[in-house]
């Protein structure tokens, strides 16, 4: 689910600097902080799994990294948590309720660029770079490291799906070996989707 929501999110990103149609334009805005809190949500579930499977104790080092490196989304899950007694407080201070985005995209590689903040609920702001290598943050990539803030914490989004995708190995590669050692198929430790055709036709 991480996976899926950062691909979507990159997509929506690359987009809104240059897209001026304002119904689309609000689409894509809604859909990247949609995936954008869904990447947090869906990383903070699999950090209480992860950390309540005594199966990956045999994957101590995976396990440990992923739950320290998963630390600071706890963090910034818990800035949404009880969202409705904190609007006042947010809008007292100004603060925006779902947080902002920030993120850098090349015009023209690898001088010329865009670097972007989206406010949840405002609109994009946008201002160009001209500079002579590599933005620090995008390392020759179309699109930068995408961070997510709100009350003052901000998150590497990049860096949670890289986390994840780590600990996928990790953790694919112990269900083979005890699909082997035990003599079980793999697809035993897999999910499992049945479908059936229907037919509602009066006959």
């Known amino acids: 689910m991480v996976q899926i929501a950062y ?3 990159a997509e929506a990103l690359k987009q809104l ?7 689309t334009h609000r689409h894509l805005m809604t859909c990247a902080v949609h995936d954008a809190w869904s990447i947090i ?14 199966l990956l ?15 600071p989304i706890r963090k910034l899950r818990n800035t949404l948590q009880h969202i409705d007694t904190l609007i006042p407080n947010h809008a007292g201070a100004e603060w925006p309720v779902w947080g902002f985005l920030r993120w850098f995209c090349w015009k023209e590689f690898p001088h010329t660029g865009i670097s972007c903040q989206l406010l949840a609920g405002g ?3 946008k201002r160009p770079f001209n500079i002579g290598g590599p933005h620090p943050e995008c390392s020759g990539e ?5 961070f997510l803030s709100n009350k003052g914490i901000e998150v590497s989004l990049r860096d949670i799906k890289n986390c994840v995708e780590a600990l996928s ?9 005890l699909a082997a050692e035990r003599g079980l198929s793999q697809t035993r ?6 479908s059936a055709h229907v037919d509602f036709r009066k006959k």
């Open 7 to 9: 691909n979507r999110l």
């Open 17 to 23: 600097p240059e897209e001026d149609e304002p119904n």
């Open 41 to 54: 949500d869906s990383a903070d579930r699999l950090r209480g799994l992860v950390s309540r499977s005594t």
């Open 57 to 71: 104790n045999q994957i101590e080092k995976a396990k440990q990294k992923f739950i320290s490196n998963a630390d």
């Open 123 to 125: 609109h994009v702001t």
């Open 142 to 146: 179309n699109l930068s490291d995408v």
């Open 169 to 177: 190995i990790e953790v694919e590669s112990l269900i083979e070996k």
């Open 189 to 194: 430790f897999a999910d499992v989707f049945i």
